[in-house]
């Protein structure tokens, strides 16, 4: 089938970036929150976000211009029934992920594909759930969305091989390179970076070395472009224990035990940069480590 009109649900870091390669990508995008200014903010970020691409001669104005008239918002999740893929990218938190797809379902198209861009929750445990499981998969971006070339895709048990291709094709129109994984706990990017992610804070907690010392030892002592910490204050640290406590959970191996110092920076509600505390604190005009 060919995907023209595709619906993104959530207009929070990962989606409005979702809305703005789609867009630009010549797709119809109708955006959707539950929140108008969420809505509102999306669409001005994905604006700055064009022209920071014109000004480095990436885009031209015309392209900025024609991506910006395709993205559409709304508030009701039911007019993304007419779209011809719809991905979502809610919290991730199954039972919401869930609640959405059950809400979508009266208003689908019988060809219509659903994705989720889940970072670790099973695929075919969200298909099942659904009246399409054979047209269900993981299209897992990376963020920041516009800047990362790597999408993972993510078959279900049910998903078959005409929705793969026409999400395979999807990236290939996007400009950026696939990489397929198998439906187990947080596929393979978050399998492997979670892990060193939740290491570095076993470090920090057990005294080896401070913030400071374990991200300068990563980026200068294995040329990582950002150090461990700083990385997971980028991702949200509620989101690196929600991948750490899926690793946890579903495949029931002590080495993927979250960090209890992690637990205690989402207790604190410091997530990161999101919050302006985390492992950093982002307050002041250079962020400063906060142990």
């Known amino acids: ?93 199954e039972e919401i992920k869930t609640a959405i797809f059950s809400e979508l379902q009266p208003h689908l198209k019988p060809e219509t594909i659903l994705t989720s861009n889940t970072s670790s929750i ?29 999408v993972e895709l993510i078959r279900g048990i049910a998903t078959d091989e005409e929705t793969f291709k026409a999400c395979f094709e999807v990236v290939e129109r996007l400009g950026k390179t696939s990489a397929t994984a198998e439906d187990f706990p947080a596929f393979i990017v978050n399998r492997i970076l979670m892990p060193m992610i939740n290491e570095a804070i076993y470090t920090l907690y057990e005294g080896v070395g401070s913030v400071q ?38 495949l029931a191996d002590t080495k993927y035990r979250p960090c209890p110092l992690l637990t205690k920076y989402v207790e604190a509600g410091w997530l990161g940069r999101k919050t302006k505390r985390g492992f950093y604190d982002y307050r002041g005009e250079t962020p400063v480590p906060t142990r």
Request: one cysteine or more; glycine letters at 8%.
């Open 122 to 150: 099973s695929i075919t445990r969200l298909a099942s759930n659904t009246d399409r499981p054979e047209k269900f998969m993981g299209f897992h971006f990376m963020n920041p969305v516009p800047v990362m070339q790597l």
């Open 213 to 250: 010392s374990i991200d300068t030892s990563l980026k200068l002592g294995a040329n990582h472009p950002m150090g461990p910490l700083e990385l997971a204050d980028f991702i949200g640290l509620d989101t690196c224990l929600a991948i750490m406590n899926v690793l946890h959970d579903g």
């Open 1 to 93: 089938m060919a995907i023209e009109r595709v619906g993104v649900v959530g207009a929070g870091q990962m989606g409005n970036g979702i809305a703005h390669v789609f867009a630009l990508a010549g797709y119809d995008v109708l955006l959707t929150d539950i929140s108008a200014d969420a809505l509102k903010a999306a669409v001005a970020l994905i604006d700055k976000n064009l022209e920071r691409q014109v000004s480095k001669e990436l885009i031209s104005a015309d392209e900025k211009s024609a991506a910006i008239s395709r993205i559409a918002t709304t508030q009701t999740l039911a007019d993304l029934g007419q779209s011809d893929l719809i991905i979502e990218a809610a919290t991730e938190r």
